[in-house]
Nanobody, 129 residues
Framework: HVQLVESGGGSVQVGDSPKLSCSISNERYRDRCMGWFRQVSGKEREGVASIDSYGTTGYTDSVKGRFTISEDNAKNTLYLQMNSLKPEDSAMYYC????????????????????????WGQGTQVTVS
């Protein structure tokens, strides 16, 4: 039984800097990759940011320099700090976990693959206008 629950989304203005949270209820694996994805209706789910068990992070080009992924292990929480939001950032944002055999590949692949992640939250909507 694994639960990932996102929060922090909502309607914001261009230039705002909200912070998304993902509460995690899961076994802590030796090899683990946590990620944030986003999806717009009619488009493919896109990998946004990832962080592995050692704190190494990765970002898609469109958010580099603006978004920061982090985690608080004591609180079992994953975060996505989003700065200087643009209308094109509007999407449903999902947190996801890869654990076990796929974790290495999930955080090592320059392009995050949806199929590499095993557990998903229900998403939180971010609308920028």
């Amino acid at each position: 039984h694994v639960q990932l629950v996102e929060s922090g989304g909502g309607s914001v203005q261009v230039g705002d800097s909200p912070k998304l949270s993902c509460s995690i209820s899961n076994e802590r694996y030796r090899d683990r990759c946590m990620g944030w994805f986003r999806q717009v209706s009619g488009k493919e789910r896109e990998g946004v940011a990832s962080i592995d068990s050692y704190g190494t992070t990765g970002y898609t080009d469109s958010v580099k320099g603006r978004f920061t992924i982090s985690e608080d292990n004591a609180k079992n929480t994953l975060y996505l700090q989003m700065n200087s939001l643009k209308p094109e950032d509007s999407a449903m944002y999902y947190c996801a976990e890869a654990a076990g055999p796929t974790a290495f590949w999930a955080c090592s692949n320059p392009q995050m693959k949806r199929s590499d992640f095993d557990h998903w939250g229900q998403g939180t909507q971010v609308t920028v206008s």
